[in-house]
């Protein structure tokens, strides 16, 4: 019963490629994330999503957040690059002021993309 | 523009002895500071936090200090344990609209604690 869990864990496809990474929490949470970890080891995040996008980064619009309900998050990326290649965590968290506390993210094991 | 830098990629301590990270920031806007641990294979977990009014929270053998003049936050693991080896992520938390916050995260640092 793990609480944030993505598939698939490693990822390796051909550049042009259309893939998806999907995330599911369990926490009950409003808010969802993706993250991503490149070859310089950054955590940068991509989307925050609470029933409407929230934060979008400055990320190509080639990725896309699809949210079918509360629990899920999936991240869609089209005609895929080689620099798409890195470690991408999904995580979840509640607002602090609902939750008193600091809004900490939960995350998924995260998923590794290889594109060649 | 890197506003949570990390500026130690690795650092190697014996066991029983203090193992000390550091994170430096660059945005004033930061409320809160956490810190969260990371093994291999595995999704970075939460490990303790500290409020930008306070200078110091301690939980158990973590203890995390923040020099707000500076703007600077060491984490201190005493007595450090071989479990503890693991990349050490520095988080900043900023106010993003309403009730949300981004989390802006340094590069880690790769602590190993040796037996």
């Known amino acids: 019963d793990t609480a944030v869990s993505q598939t698939p864990k490693y990822l390796v496809t051909q550049m042009g490629n259309d893939k998806s990474i999907k995330c599911e929490q369990n926490l009950g949470h409003d808010t969802m994330y993706w993250y991503k970890q490149d070859s310089k080891k950054f955590l940068k995040i991509m989307f925050s999503?609470?029933?409407?996008?929230?934060i979008n980064e400055t990320v190509p619009n080639r990725f896309s957040p699809k949210s079918p309900d509360k629990a899920h998050l999936n991240l869609h990326i089209n005609s895929l690059e080689l620099g798409d290649s890195a470690v991408y965590f999904c995580?979840?968290?509640?607002?602090?002021?609902?939750?008193?506390?600091?809004?900490?993210?939960?995350f998924g094991e995260g998923s590794r993309l290889t594109v060649l | 523009d890197q506003q949570v830098k990390q500026n130690s990629p690795s650092l190697s301590v014996q066991e029983g002895r203090i193992s000390i990270l550091n994170c430096d920031y660059t945005?004033?806007?930061?409320?809160?500071f956490l810190w969260y641990k990371k093994y291999p294979a595995e999704g970075p977990t939460f490990l303790i936090s500290i409020s930008s009014i306070k200078d110091k929270n301690e939980d158990g053998r973590f203890t995390v200090f923040l020099n707000k003049s500076a703007k600077h936050l060491s984490l201190h693991i005493v007595p450090s344990q071989p479990g503890d080896s693991a990349v050490y992520f520095c988080a900043a938390r900023a106010p993003w609209g309403g009730s949300n916050y981004k989390l802006t995260f340094g590069k880690g640092t790769l602590l190993t604690v040796n037996p």
């Open positions: 999503y609470n029933n409407e996008l929230i």
């Open positions: 945005n004033s806007m930061f409320d809160y």
């Open positions: 995580a979840s968290s509640q607002p602090p002021i609902l939750a008193a506390n600091t809004g900490e993210l939960f």
